[in-house]
């Protein structure tokens, strides 16, 4: 089962470089997120997507911008890299009304992204 | 205040050793979950137990228990017979509310565990 896929998983940018982290899920979910994470912080929220055709600011939102193309895919965009942007990301899917599933939040792989 | 504090930032026992990982939590909201995540050295990050507040019932898995104490705020994990494999960062995680449909995860700072052989 693939659950979330992110690509790419490495890429190095240089200093105001634009960029598109992608992320697509197959659990058929409704709200999905990026976090990122950084040394001796956890992870923190930058976007989250409720459900298809809304989205939402995180904790972190500065720099980035997201689009929810569809109920699967959920891209994150970096317009003009900058140092401070250096960190892991991680896309996320959830189904928050499944009592079932009960708002367990399944984590993609990681990118791991370096703006030098 | 919504937050979550893992005091001990690294760990390391001794393989069979047995290993509590501590979480404090706060947060106003009576309805909430809690989770606790692995992060291997692989880097992705595997969930391993979601509790919601009103279950204060301990979860035993394998070698893996958990006890959460709506007194304290606190939510501690244990590894009994620790095994080399379980060396990972592990995170505790916060959902202040069922009703939150953003899904905001609070993330601990995370514990860094090392088991040696």
Redesign the interface.
Same mark, same amino acid.
């Given at each position: 089962n693939a659950g979330v896929t992110q690509t790419p998983k490495f890429q190095v940018l240089k200093t105001g470089q634009s960029m598109t982290l992608q992320c697509a899920q197959d659990m058929n979910h409704n #709200?999905m997120?990026w976090?990122r994470q950084d040394p001796?912080? /956890?992870?923190?929220?930058i976007y989250?997507s409720? #459900?298809e055709g809304t989205t939402?600011k /995180? &904790?972190v939102p500065n720099g980035y911008n997201v689009s929810r193309l569809n109920k699967r895919e959920f891209s994150l965009r970096l317009e003009s890299a900058a140092p401070s942007q250096t960190s892991?990301y991680?896309c996320a899917s #959830?189904e @928050?009304w499944d009592p079932a599933s /009960?708002?367990? @939040?399944?984590?993609? &792989? /990681?990118s791991?992204l370096t703006v030098v | 205040a919504q937050k979550v504090t893992q005091a001990q930032t690294e760990i390391s026992v001794v393989e069979k050793e047995d290993v509590t990982l501590d979480c404090v939590y706060e947060t106003r909201d009576t309805t909430y979950y809690l989770f606790w995540y692995k992060q291997p050295p692989s880097g992705e990050l595997v969930f391993l137990i979601r509790r919601n507040s009103f279950d204060e019932q301990n979860e035993i898995s394998g070698r893996y228990s958990w006890n959460f104490q709506k007194s304290t705020s606190s939510f501690n994990f244990t590894i009994t017979a620790s095994q080399v494999v379980d060396s990972a960062v592990y995170f505790c995680a916060l959902l202040p509310s069922i009703y939150n449909q953003g899904g905001k995860l609070i993330f601990g700072q995370g514990t860094e565990l090392s088991v040696k052989p």
């Open positions: #709200s997120y976090y001796g912080m /956890g992870l923190r929220l989250y409720a #459900s939402d /995180g &904790e892991v991680f #959830s @928050i /009960g708002n367990t @939040i399944y984590f993609g &792989e /990681g791991w | -």
